[in-house]
């Protein structure tokens, strides 16, 4: 298993709300739907491919974890 960084991210609760609904429309916990948006964020910041087809984050994820 891959050695996870872990820290303390505080969110205002609207925007919360919002990453969690978003979350449940991928079948993806919050944890992971951030993660893939931060995965995301920093491919086009890059420039890098195409975008991730679900796969990356996603892969292993359990709802709700």
Do not use: Q, T, V
């Given at each position: 298993m891959v050695a996870r960084k872990q820290f303390?991210?505080?969110i205002d609760p609207g925007l919360w709300a919002d990453v969690e609904k978003w979350a449940a429309d991928e079948l993806r916990s919050v944890n992971a739907q951030i993660e893939w948006a931060l995965?995301?964020?920093i491919r086009?910041?890059?420039g890098q491919g195409r975008p991730d087809?679900?796969?990356g984050a996603r892969s292993g994820a359990t709802p709700g974890a």
């Open positions: 303390l991210l505080r995965r995301e964020a086009r910041r890059k087809a679900g796969g």
